[in-house]
């Protein structure tokens, strides 16, 4: 499977300011994803990265606030703008269709723990 | 829409002990069927992966089978250690259909495994 990277690991931001986040794979991958996991919770699908395109967002998530970028096929980046609260989560990035393996079948990254104050 | 249910944690087994944790799925057609785990401060990993009816997979002694008579996708191991410590996320993926290659997944179960 692919290596993927996050960075930053996590992160502690104020209120109102934003946080871009990026994901580096080590090989060019069809399909990249963007997940939120909220404390305790279990993971939620915010965006499909499309490669040189505008991203497909799920119900409930927004452009203006998850703005997400996609340049090549082997990198990411999702920014969180105006940041509350209620944005403190780990941030995923999730890659298919890598390594010859099947696109249904996505590796995660890390994650970005983001803290919001 | 698609759905995964997962039987309510947490688990806490002694070491060596049999482990089941239950999962249940609704999806239109034939889904790809996943388990993943998180150890703790991590990121999610592949446990093991199944894509059609019948299908076993298996895994660091880890099994799940895909049932689709009863759309389930038990997770089970023989043995566990404390090194499974975890949580388990069970997880689906469309064939086909706008929704392709997205997963939705289960709550999670937190398993707690004592020496």
């Known amino acids: 499977s692919a290596v993927i990277s996050q960075k930053p690991s996590r992160d502690i931001c104020q209120r109102g300011t934003s946080l871009t986040i990026q994901c580096q794979v080590d090989s060019q991958v069809t399909m990249m994803f963007w997940y939120r996991q909220q404390p305790g919770q279990s993971l939620t699908l915010i965006a499909t990265?499309?490669?040189?395109?505008?991203?497909?967002?799920e119900s409930g998530f927004v452009i203006d606030k998850f703005p997400i970028s996609r340049p090549n096929l082997t990198f990411s980046t999702l920014t969180v703008s105006n940041m509350s609260p209620e944005d403190s989560s780990i941030y995923l990035c999730s890659v298919g269709g890598t390594g010859g393996s099947s696109t249904d079948t996505q590796y995660f990254g890390p994650g970005t723990r983001l803290t919001v104050l | 829409g698609d759905s995964v249910t997962q039987m309510e944690g947490p688990v806490t087994l002694s070491e060596e002990a049999f482990l089941t944790i239950n999962c249940t799925y609704t999806?239109?057609?034939?889904?790809?069927l996943f388990w993943y785990v998180q150890y703790p401060g991590e990121g999610l990993q592949l446990l093991l992966k199944a894509t059609k009816a019948d299908d076993k997979g298996s895994n660091k002694g880890f099994e799940a089978t895909y049932r689709k008579e009863t759309t389930s996708f038990h997770l089970e191991k023989g043995s566990v250690q404390v090194s499974d410590s975890a949580v388990y996320f069970c997880?689906?993926?469309?064939?086909?259909?706008?929704?392709?290659?997205?997963?939705?997944f289960g709550q999670g179960t937190i398993l707690t495994v004592h020496p």
């Open positions: 990265a499309n490669q040189g395109s505008e991203a497909t967002y």
């Open positions: 999806a239109t057609g034939y889904p790809s």
């Open positions: 997880a689906l993926s469309p064939t086909g259909g706008t929704s392709y290659g997205k997963l939705t």
